[in-house]
């Protein structure tokens, strides 16, 4: 199936880690993309990573996948207020096509 | 900002009419993607053009079309209006040569349709 499974929210105290986690379906996924979106918004490219790695870091952003378990976490350190927003994973299948599955966002809450 | 621009941000229709809704491209990419995200959910992939071509289509239905022009702006019209058509509208751009990995979406237009 097409299925892009996120949990819908998550809420952190401001300075903590966040953890957001997505699973997805297809063995055939080529890249996986991490997007976040503020209310009214468009999509802002927060990362991305290549389906034959295990990490990526990116300043505050670590991309971990286990691609075995069909499982892509994305970790905000020390979490401030202007992270509070909807986080999406989407998935690319193929090297052919720009297509991306979305997953149904997790909305980030981050209080003080 | 990604560069990729759309208008208008925002509209408002009644059902059965018709919408155009427009869309440029980051400089140098030739790849544009449109997308529709209901409210509370995540985006879907309505269609995707490369060179003036349709390159790739979702589950939409042929009301849904799209065109692509030699300066790899884009439109997406929208025929016979539903309810259900109300939506935010991305379009994202994406490039060759080593950036084809990376899609960059506009700010999106806001569609009501009443």
């Known amino acids: 199936g097409e299925d892009v499974e996120q949990s819908l929210f998550l809420s952190v105290r401001e300075g903590d880690s966040s953890v957001i986690n997505c699973t997805y379906t297809d063995s055939s996924s080529t890249y996986l993309y991490w997007y976040k979106q503020e209310p009214g918004a468009g999509l802002q490219l927060l990362t991305y990573i290549f389906s034959n790695m295990d990490m990526k870091q990116d300043q505050r952003l670590t991309v971990l996948l286990n691609k075995k378990d069909k499982h892509l976490s994305l970790r905000i350190a020390d979490t401030q207020t202007g992270d509070s927003a909807i986080y999406f994973c989407?998935?690319?299948?193929?090297?052919?096509?720009?297509?991306?599955?979305f997953g149904t966002g997790t909305r980030l809450q981050v209080f003080p | 900002e990604t560069g990729v621009t759309q208008s208008p941000t925002h509209l408002i229709k009644t059902r059965g009419q018709q919408v155009t809704l427009r869309c440029s491209s980051q400089?140098?990419?030739?790849?544009v993607s449109w997308y529709q995200q209901a409210l509370g959910q995540g985006p879907q992939f309505i269609f995707q053009y490369y060179r003036e071509e349709e390159n790739g289509r979702g589950n939409f239905p042929p009301r849904f079309s799209g065109l692509q022009f030699p300066n790899y702006s884009s439109e997406l019209n929208v025929n016979a209006l539903e309810l259900d058509d109300s939506a935010l509208y991305l379009c994202?751009?994406?490039?060759?040569?080593?950036?084809?990995?990376?899609?960059?979406f506009g700010p999106g237009t806001r569609l009501l349709v009443l």
């Open positions: 989407a998935e690319r299948r193929g090297y052919n096509t720009d297509k991306l599955i």
């Open positions: 400089s140098g990419h030739n790849t």
């Open positions: 994202a751009s994406s490039g060759r040569q080593g950036l084809r990995e990376t899609q960059y």
